[in-house]
């Protein structure tokens, strides 16, 4: 069955990095585009950034737009956030997701989530 396992999260002070790693399995990655998606306490969950199948495209909330980088090496099936200048506001549990789907259509249609991982930025 298909498997997207996140890692990477952590606990970090605000302006710090983090790095989260999803590793796929169980589909042909490179047919997916891949994405993040994040969900803060008693808010809804939230589009964060995708990259299409072969990496060329990318998008991204404006709110994380020159902070946040999304990757991808296929070889490897996995699917990178690099998050720079972390803020109060993006704690949050964050989610890898696979859609078969343009990278412009994941917010909208995907097809299998990770299980989160914990990101929380201090003061």
């Known amino acids: 069955q298909v498997q997207l396992v996140e890692s990477g999260g952590g606990l970090v002070q605000a302006g710090g990095s983090l790095r989260l790693s999803c590793a796929a399995s169980?589909?042909?990655?490179?047919?997916?585009?891949m994405g993040w998606f994040r969900q803060a306490p008693g808010k809804e969950r939230e589009f964060v950034a995708a990259?299409?199948?072969?990496?060329?495209?990318?998008v991204y909330v404006d709110s994380v737009k020159g902070r946040f980088t999304i990757s991808r090496d296929n070889d490897k099936n996995t699917v990178y956030l690099q998050m720079n200048s972390l803020k109060l506001d993006d704690t949050a549990v964050y989610y890898c997701?696979?859609?078969?789907?343009?990278?412009?259509?994941?917010?909208?249609?995907?097809?299998?989530w990770g299980q989160g991982t914990q990101v929380t930025v201090s003061s």
């Open positions: 997701a696979a859609g078969s789907g343009s990278a412009y259509r994941l917010k909208a249609g995907v097809d299998y």
């Open positions: 990259i299409s199948w072969r990496g060329g495209i990318t």
């Open positions: 169980g589909l042909t990655f490179s047919n997916y585009a």
